[in-house]
């Protein structure tokens, strides 16, 4: 095994396993040897937390579990950022505000989708979870944002996301929608008006290049 | 009440719960987003109606419409350092619609603080909530204190300490969801083992509400009694919630729900009722239900 694709492998572990300290390292020690930041998110970061969603889909993870990977991921991404910025990677593909709606507490897949959208040239505003409609409004106003996304894992709370559409509507903004969750299809973005629709990270990265570029 | 005189009735017969009071109001006017809690000063003659739907359908303990009536979670809602009141006039509430045909249980749900690694709250910041909400439950004449939907056990046994220092009864029931191993709340804790503590910690009857349907709560109820010799509470939704234009809709019927509150029954719990999406008509199917089968 490579030095790169021994230390990839270890990231991708210290996130599954959700170790905010070796994380940190480790990232480190992949851009110093020579891994780009894109490589470090995609082949490190990014397979670990996946494989942390997995497991939480099979019932082998529960929530502590998950969170502890997200902060490990968190943790890393504050290292691999910077590095991002100095690799062009900041932000000439459009301004994303992202966020799980009010009322929802769920982390994972919505910062996998912002990471996947930093990793990948969009300046992204993490809102966190528990956002507010007038948050998304106040911050998509601020960042002149090309794209809002919105994720709810709930069925008690997807409802949210269609207040979402209507609200930036009525604030005369021109960002467009991307909507995420479990609950939530493709059936249900054309209900409420939303733009667009992802069942998962890689595809979102597709959607929201899309919705920005407004090609079809 | 004294925690000896509940579990007597439990002997001799089979307590029925009531059933949703959120899920009631929203279908009563109450706004989405709006906490219940706002009712019991805005509205009570609206809360009193649910409570009689209740009575009137043959409940045996009424829960008061305290739910989110601890202090972090008025405080979210907006009545911030109005714990004592808003239990004491819920209380008031409810005793009105029950009189002498049901017993006041106060209600006592999850703080909305996490702990770590999910949130940073400690279990110290939650057992003052709990000890300030129990308080005023049991200074305004609560007859039992129940506490619900709990996800996390630490939680869970925080909550059952402060509520058994009022020396009234004491039922808590958890949240769990059927995982790949069995049944487990969403931060891991097994049904069976959960249970247990609680009971070890002295919760008078401990059990599941909320999350699953009827019939997923039946075999809950049998891997509670293979680990508790506690009395069972076991109180269901009426089925999954689905998101309409008009609202949130469950899709259980009164029918389906009775007859898997006697399964329930059969399986072990002593206590049954309902939670979101049940309403008087769902207490009033298994009521009926329950004498027809004969069980005590």
């Given amino acids: ?216 | 009440m004294r925690p000896e005189e509940l579990r007597d009735r439990l002997e001799e017969r089979v307590l029925l719960l009531d059933g949703g009071m959120g899920s009631l109001l929203m279908s009563a006017g109450l706004e989405r987003g709006r906490a219940p809690e706002f009712w019991n000063l805005e509205h009570p003659e609206r809360v009193e109606a649910a409570h009689r739907g209740y009575v009137e359908a043959g409940s045996d303990i009424v829960h008061a419409n305290t739910f989110g009536a601890s202090p972090p979670k008025l405080k979210a809602a907006g009545l911030e350092g109005r714990c004592r009141e808003v239990n004491a006039v819920a209380v008031t509430i409810a005793r009105r619609a029950c009189r002498a045909a049901a017993l006041v249980a106060g209600d006592l749900g999850p703080t909305g603080l996490l702990l770590p690694p999910v949130g940073q709250a400690t279990v110290e910041e939650m057992a003052g909530a709990f000890r300030e909400q129990a308080n005023a439950l049991a200074e305004a004449g609560a007859d039992l204190l129940s506490i619900e939907t709990m996800y996390d056990l630490r939680e869970a046994l925080v909550a059952a300490e402060a509520a058994r220092a009022t020396g009234l009864p004491v039922l808590v029931s958890m949240t769990f969801e059927s995982r790949k191993r069995g049944f487990f709340t969403i931060m891991g804790d097994p049904l069976g083992a959960s249970l247990a503590a609680l009971a070890d910690a002295g919760a008078d009857a401990v059990g599941c509400n909320c999350s699953v349907t009827s019939s997923v709560m039946v075999g809950m109820i049998s891997e509670a009694r293979r680990s508790v010799s506690a009395p069972i509470v076991a109180q269901p939704n009426a089925g999954q919630p689905r998101v309409t234009p008009e609202g949130t809709a469950y899709d259980a019927s009164p029918k389906a729900f009775a007859r898997d509150v006697v399964a329930m029954v059969e399986a072990g719990a002593r206590l049954v009722g309902g939670c979101c999406g049940t309403t008087p008509a769902f207490i009033a199917c298994a009521r009926a239900a329950l004498g027809t089968a004969g069980v005590r």
């Avoid at chain 1, 891994?35 to 997995?54: D, F, H, S, Y």
């Avoid at chain 1, 008006?193 to 920005?212: C, K």
């Fill in chain 1, 1 to 216: 095994m490579t030095e790169a694709s021994e230390v990839l492998a270890a990231l991708s572990r210290a996130v599954l396993e959700g170790d905010d300290e070796s994380v940190v390292g480790l990232a480190r020690r992949a851009l110093d040897g020579g891994l780009t930041p894109l490589e470090t998110i995609e082949q490190g970061l990014v397979p670990g937390i996946r494989r942390a969603g997995e497991l939480w889909e099979e019932g082998e993870y529960f929530l502590p579990e998950l969170v502890s990977s997200a902060q490990a991921m968190k943790a890393a991404m504050e290292v691999v950022r910077p590095a991002l910025a100095r690799h062009g990677g900041g932000g000439e593909l459009g301004r994303v505000v992202i966020g799980t709606v009010h009322g929802d507490i769920h982390d994972i897949g919505k910062t996998l989708v912002g990471t996947l959208l930093a990793a990948n040239g969009f300046a992204v505003s993490d809102e966190g979870v528990d956002v507010p409609l007038e948050r998304f409004v106040d911050r998509a106003r601020e960042l002149d944002a090309d794209l809002v996304c919105a994720s709810a894992l709930l069925t008690t709370t997807m409802a949210e996301q269609r207040e979402l559409v209507g609200a930036l509507r009525r604030a005369g903004l021109r960002a467009r929608v991307m909507v995420g969750g479990a609950p939530a299809s493709r059936e249900w973005a054309r209900e409420i008006g939303a733009h667009g629709y992802a069942d998962n990270a890689v595809a979102a990265v597709a959607v929201a290049r899309r919705l920005v570029t407004g090609e079809a």
